[in-house]
Each structure stands twice: as structure tokens, then as C-alpha cells.
Nanobody
Framework: QVQLVESGGGLVQTGGSLRLSCAAS????????VGWFRQRPGKEREFVAA????????YYANSVKGRFTISRDNAKNTVYLQMNSLKPEDTAVYYC???????????????????WGQGTQVTVSS
């Protein structure tokens, strides 16, 4: 079993950047595909980005494509979400999740993931 801890959230102005980290313990993260999801105020949790085990296949939600980048450093047991050109509508709690199976395009679905972190708050002020 793997435990996931997100960090790097905070308060930033519109147009600013943040880098979120998802650190794993218990097992090596290189055994898992990883996704980022977010839950905006009053909304259901939604997919943001996903990356396969080796890091060479990535998927993004249309709302973040071109602004966010998911990457992984398996040597550091960490997956990152670089968020640029942030907008107020990016305000949310961001969660990382790990999957033992890579579902390809279906990595946008929550059912694809076996383990979840507790989340980190990102607030973008206008």
C-alpha cells in the first residue's frame, strides 16, 4: 500500500504559478500511474492531469491544457503538477491519486485510482 501526501498549495494572484508535489511512502511510486484531481467550491471533484508509470504519456483536462504540466521523478518518489497562468477558477483543493493499472484515456475517471492523498488547498485571488 502506498501513502500519498500533497504539498505546495497556497495563495497566489491571478497569472501566478505554483508547483504541487505528491510524495509517496510505503511503496515506490514508480509502480503506479498518478493523477491529479481537484474539487472547486460547491463542485464535484474533477480530473486535472494524469501520467503513466514512465512519465512519457500524459493526459490533461481541457481547462488546464497549455497551462499545467504533470511530471514525475521516480528517483525522488514524487509527482509534480506545475501550474502556470493561474486563474481564480483554478481555486480548489487538489488531490493526487495513484493507480496500479494504467487505463489510458480512462485515467480521467476516479475509479481508475486505488489510493488518494488528503489534498492541498490552492487559492487564486483576482
Amino acid at each position: 500500500q502506498v501513502q500519498l501526501v500533497e504539498s505546495g498549495g497556497g495563495l497566489v494572484q491571478t497569472g501566478g504559478s505554483l508547483r504541487l508535489s505528491c510524495a509517496a511512502s510505503g511503496r515506490t511510486l514508480s509502480s503506479y500511474a498518478v493523477g491529479w484531481f481537484r474539487q472547486r467550491p460547491g463542485k464535484e471533484r474533477e480530473f486535472v492531469a494524469a501520467v503513466n508509470w514512465s512519465g512519457d504519456i500524459r493526459y490533461y483536462a481541457n481547462s488546464v491544457k497549455g497551462r499545467f504540466t504533470i511530471s514525475r521523478d521516480n528517483a525522488k518518489n514524487t509527482v509534480y503538477l506545475q501550474m502556470n497562468s493561474l486563474k481564480p477558477e483554478d481555486t480548489a483543493v487538489y488531490y493526487c491519486a495513484a493507480a496500479t493499472t494504467w487505463y489510458g484515456a480512462n485515467s480521467e475517471r476516479e475509479y481508475a485510482y486505488d489510493y488518494w492523498g488528503q489534498g492541498t488547498q490552492v487559492t487564486v485571488s483576482s
